[in-house]
Each structure stands twice: as structure tokens, then as C-alpha cells.
């Protein structure tokens, strides 16, 4: 089906778009990137979340039907699965009525140490899995404990050249991630934006 010149694109419509560009022959080598890694963003609005979602589930089962083998990294679930292995969720939450804000976003920052922390449990779940794509979700959840950029600058060094697609809730200029559409990151990310794919 042709899409609608200057109408909105639904949140369906959008997703059938990403299927197509995910199941074409060329996206696992990467050859649209002129040699770039193979790092992708998708934004959706932050009132959108729970639609998208559900069409982010919908699609992993559409390209896995296709041969695709997708891995869902939520950033927001391995951080819950390090506190717990840590033994630290249920001091977490206490601290949480207890201390100041800061103190336990110091502390939190400390104990999900993005390198040799957040990043190393991310590589073991890709490496455990058979994937050929990774969608990388719950950016929103985890700020401002974890930045998006500090992962999405990092991850393409753990995980070789499978494709990384990550799922961000606000805007992406093509080279700053603007969080929620409000929190202007000042650092540069460079990813191929598939919002503006036709």
C-alpha cells in the first residue's frame, strides 16, 4: 500500500514500514550505511509508549516468522535483574523513602556502572541468544540513572556488527536525542534515523 503524501504516519503504518525495511536482503550487512555501524533509532512520542509498545512485541513475532531473530533489550527490566541479583532492589526501594534524591541517584549511577556493570550483562544476553537484531528499549524508564547516549555509544563495541535498533521516546535530530521531546542532549550520537526512511 502507497503511503498517504503529507498525512500523518499512524503508529501501525509506521511499523509496517520498519518490517519492510528490516526483512529487505540488504539490512543485516549493513550496505544502506555506507560502511557506518550498524546502529538505527526509531522515536515514537512519549504519550505513544504503550501502543508502541505493543507494536514493538508485534513486530519481534513478525521478523521471527520471517527469519529475523530479534533480542528485546529492556533497559528498565536488566536493571531490575542486577539490583536483584545484587540483593539491592528491596534496599533500593527503602532508600527511596529515606534518602535524598541525590544521594540515591549517586548511588544508583555507581552500582549500574554502565561499563562494567550495565554493558557486560547486556553482552551476555545477546551473546546467550541467536539473534541477528537488537531492539533496544526502555530508555525513558532508566533516565536519568542511565543516558541513552552513554549505551548507544558503547553497545555496537560489545555486539560486533548485529544491528542495534533503538526505540526512543522523543526526538532524534539526526545527531542529538532530545528525550521526551523536553531534555536536549548536548552530546552528538551518530545512528542511521529510520524516521526518516520512506
Do not use: C
Amino acid at each position: 500500500m502507497p503511503w498517504s503524501i503529507g498525512m500523518p504516519e499512524t503508529i501501525a503504518q509506521k511499523f509496517d514500514k520498519l518490517f519492510t525495511i528490516f526483512t529487505a536482503p540488504d539490512f543485516l550487512e549493513g550496505k544502506r550505511l555506507g560502511g557506518e555501524i550498524a546502529s538505527y533509532i526509531s522515536t515514537y512520542a512519549p504519550e505513544d509508549h504503550n501502543a508502541t509498545s505493543e507494536q514493538i512485541a508485534a513486530l519481534k513475532n513478525r521478523l521471527e516468522k520471517n527469519g529475523r531473530m530479534v533480542i528485546i533489550v529492556d533497559l528498565y527490566e536488566t536493571s531490575i535483574e542486577i539490583l536483584s541479583e545484587k540483593k539491592l532492589l528491596n534496599r533500593v526501594f527503602e532508600s527511596e523513602l529515606k534518602s535524598q534524591k541525590k544521594r540515591l541517584l549517586d548511588s544508583l549511577v555507581s552500582i549500574l556502572d554502565i561499563q562494567k556493570v550495565l554493558l557486560p550483562a547486556i553482552e551476555k544476553k545477546v551473546l546467550d541468544s541467536s539473534a541477528s537484531i537488537i531492539f533496544l528499549i526502555g530508555i525513558g524508564q532508566v533516565f536519568p540513572i542511565i543516558r541513552a547516549h552513554t549505551v548507544l555509544n558503547n553497545i555496537q563495541n560489545l555486539v560486533a556488527k548485529i544491528p542495534v535498533v533503538a526505540f526512543f521516546p522523543g526526538a532524534y535530530d539526526g545527531t542529538r536525542l532530545k528525550l521526551f521531546d523536553r531534555l536536549q542532549d548536548q552530546n552528538h550520537y551518530r545512528a542511521f534515523n529510520l524516521d526518516t526512511q520512506s
